[in-house]
């Protein structure tokens, strides 16, 4: 069973168009609703940007892992 | 521990409202099955089966071979591990020193809490691994669990009222993703 999507980060925007960058390459993707910005890490599904990533969540882990 | 069919559409519905689904779901459609697994998990509608099927034909037959239950707590740290090795192209070891990966890596496989205060609609609750502190959605209709249970989440939700026993197979994911991110 699948349920994962990796995170990519947000690097152009234009219009309703946004690249989307994970490091081993770069993809695009449209915002169907939704406010977005350049350096926002999201997750895409069937081409739709679909969330922003928590990123207080990956801090928390960061920290608890990085001070253990 | 709840049913295993709730359990199993709870643990979808919460990879598709967290944005992790890889499924490649448009948004109606993931709305969609959203909206029937909850209707189950909450007023006991019917069951999904169909849609279910669907979903796991898309998927692997994993569910079937080992149990519901038997692939959420044990099998799925694997297929995790597999799917991040195949997005990034790297070694798994190595692709979770990467922050979003080790979030990813983490939060898609099951982890264990015990519960330190409970809310109508979300519980906080402890990692028993890292002791990191989150709160997690209480889906309708699904067991209330009390202060001081261990339960299993995934991603942003509860899942079930669930025993230190069964968190072998995270305890062992954890500490490795742990390892190879301080490496």
């Not at chain 2, 069951?47 to 239950?69: A, C, F, H, L, W």
């Not at chain 2, 979300?122 to 001081?148: C, D, T």
């Amino acid at each position: 069973m699948m349920c994962l999507a990796i995170p990519g980060k947000i690097i152009e925007i234009e219009g309703k168009k946004v690249v989307v960058d994970y490091g081993s390459e770069r993809r695009e993707a449209r915002i169907i609703k939704g406010e977005f910005a350049v350096g926002d890490f999201v997750t895409v599904a069937a081409g739709v940007v679909s969330e922003k990533v928590d990123e207080a969540q990956v801090a928390g882990w960061l920290k608890v892992l990085e001070n253990d | 521990m709840i049913d295993e069919r709730k359990l199993l559409c709870a643990f979808i519905y919460s990879a598709y409202d967290s944005g992790y689904c890889g499924l490649g779901l448009d948004d109606a459609a993931r709305k969609e099955d959203m909206n029937l697994f909850k209707r189950f998990i909450e007023f006991g509608g019917e069951y999904p089966e169909e849609r279910i099927r669907e979903t796991q034909g898309k998927m692997t037959s994993e569910v079937d071979n080992s149990g519901i239950r038997d692939y959420i707590y044990r099998g799925h740290y694997e297929v995790v591990e597999s799917r991040i090795v195949e997005a990034t192209g790297k070694d798994f070891d190595d692709a979770v020193k990467e922050p979003m990966i080790l979030h990813t890596a983490l939060s898609c496989g099951i982890n264990f809490y015990e519960v330190v205060s409970v809310g109508e609609q979300e519980i906080k609750a402890r990692h028993l691994f890292s002791g990191l502190e989150r709160n997690l959605v209480v889906l309708q209709g699904l067991q209330i669990p009390s202060l001081g249970d261990i339960v299993s989440g995934h991603w942003n939700y509860y899942l079930e009222i669930s025993d230190v026993e069964q968190s072998k197979s995270a305890r062992e994911f954890f500490e490795r993703v742990k390892a190879n991110f301080k490496s």
